[in-house]
């Protein structure tokens, strides 16, 4: 067996994944090197990184998405291996072909896996033959509107219409009625097709009340994998995350061992290496669904680390070394209970319109707070001083706790939230707090609808 060893790993990504990555490799003894575009020079990843290249200038796709300079920037500094982080270039192809032409490492799934989950028909097409339960719907290659409308019809509505290359919560919509249905395609093919330049549309029957849970796995390149439990991520507005835990709530024994097999069904299906997430939607009834296969490090892997006491980002780096899994499916087990609160520079009160500035303050008093460090992670891209700009993604950083059980674990989430202290540039910090404290949250009343449903007493 030959090991993929390497001494320097370039970071691909910013923020605070890119700082998150880097602690790791640096506490396995590897050299750190981190990539920016213009409006990153004095940023807290380069600043932390050992070595820094920069890629070109402030726009995504001239920087962080460009395929050529970032592999020009591991040749020129010497990196064995690159991790992609999440977003950016963590689930392209293309990206993970060049590096094996390069010689170089991608710390992730072969290019075959990107591409098996790459487009929701396809995978839902190769989950369906791995025995993973499916939203009842339909994904197939004929487009016609006749026999579109004809398959929502026979799901009965409401349905979802969803971009078979969506992604982001981008490209779906909920047809409520078979009058409706001609007028909801149109739009969401434009959609699509000005967000991804495809118009392919998979239809699901919507579900009014499903819980958002997904399960962690992992897989070595010797054909061990194992599922590190769920999370439900069920807070989300517009689709996307907000509050996660693990955890999830009211899991039996039974249920958790179901969606974990038909996890690594999936995984296995399509030859998987490395870290990745299936999600699911829950039904009220216990029934489960097959959505998506990510196929990177998620944002919110830290409350799976939290309750298994494992360092994921060390797992996926040893993976890509060649290593095995360092523990058994029977080795891994739940202790307490994790949430993590999303920071995004972002106003509320203005429908959640990004904001920039300078951060003139940012810190956490864990000391002063009564909080156990043990028990509270900040992970963050930035720090006093640091400007926040619209060129990214507005998160800021994510607030990370554990307790014993989960109302311990949401009085120290509650606490944590208090003791930030950030200034200069306007947060949802009082978002998540009204989140953190609503009686609903608390006991655990989950459905994807969550913050749609308490608007009045959220906003
Ligand atoms: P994306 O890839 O754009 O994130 P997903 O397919 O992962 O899209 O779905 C995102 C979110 O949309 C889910 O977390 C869930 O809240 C909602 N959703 C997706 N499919 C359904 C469905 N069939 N019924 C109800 N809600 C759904």
């Known amino acids: 067996m030959s090991l993929n060893t390497f001494d320097t790993l370039l ?11 880097m602690r790791t490799a640096r506490a396995m003894g590897l050299r750190t090197v981190a990539v920016y575009s213009d409006a990153d020079a004095n940023a807290r990843h380069v600043r932390e990184a050992d070595e820094a290249i920069r890629l070109g200038p402030a726009a995504a796709r001239e920087s962080y998405l460009k395929v050529e300079a970032v592999v020009e920037a591991a040749q020129r500094s010497g990196a064995g291996a690159i991790h992609p982080g999440y977003g950016f270039l963590s689930e ?26 790459g487009d929701k028909s396809a995978a839902k097409a190769r989950m369906a033959n791995a025995g993973v339960p499916l939203v009842p719907g339909y994904h197939g290659d004929d487009q016609d509107d006749a026999l579109l409308k004809a398959e929502a ?36 093919r434009r959609e699509s097709q000005a967000a ?22 992992f897989c070595d390149s010797l054909g061990n994998g194992v599922y590190l439990f769920e999370r439900d991520c069920s807070v989300q507005r517009r689709h996307q995350k907000v509050l996660e835990e693990a955890p999830a709530p009211g899991m039996t024994a039974a249920l958790r061992r179901e969606m974990g097999e038909a996890a690594m069904r999936a995984a296995k299906e399509i030859g998987y290496v490395g870290a990745g997430t299936v999600e699911f939607l829950l039904d009220i009834d216990g029934s489960f669904f097959f959505m998506e296969m990510n196929t990177r490090l998620q944002v919110e892997h830290p409350v799976t680390e939290m309750i298994t006491g494992q360092d994921l980002v060390e797992w996926q780096l040893r993976v890509a070394m060649g290593e095995a899994l360092p523990l058994t499916q029977e080795e891994l087990t739940i202790t307490g209970h994790s949430f993590e609160a999303r920071l995004y520079a972002e106003d509320p009160e203005q429908d959640f319109l990004p904001a920039t500035g300078t951060l003139t303050r940012f810190a956490m008093d864990l000391e002063g707070a ?40 949401l009085a120290t989430l509650n606490r944590a939230l208090a003791a930030l202290d950030v200034q200069g540039v306007v947060t949802n910090r009082a978002f998540l707090q009204r ?21 009045e007493t959220l906003f």
């Open 92 to 117: 392209n192809g293309a990206f993970v072909e060049a590096l094996d032409q390069a010689g170089i490492v991608f710390v992730g799934p072969p290019a075959s896996a990107i591409a098996a989950m």
């Open 435 to 455: 989140l953190a404290t609503h009686p609903a949250f608390r006991d655990a009343e989950l459905d994807t609808r969550f913050i749609e449903k308490h608007e």
């Open 196 to 217: 991804f330049g495809d118009q392919r549309m998979l239809i699901e029957k919507y579900l009014t009340q499903p819980r958002h849970v997904e399960v962690q796995v």
């Open 370 to 409: 009564g909080l156990d460090p043990e028990r509270v992670r900040l992970d963050s891209g930035v720090e006093t001083g640091d400007a926040v700009s619209m060129h990214y993604d507005p998160m800021l950083a994510k607030l990370i706790v554990h307790g014993n059980d989960r109302a311990q674990a």
């Open 153 to 188: 019809d026979k799901i009965g509505y409401p349905v979802l219409l969803k971009a078979s290359a969506g992604g982001g919560g981008k490209g779906m919509r909920v047809v409520e009625s078979a009058a409706n249905f001609q007028a909801a395609l149109d739009g969401c």
């Open 11 to 21: 970071v691909a990504n910013r923020g605070e994944i890119a700082c998150r990555v």
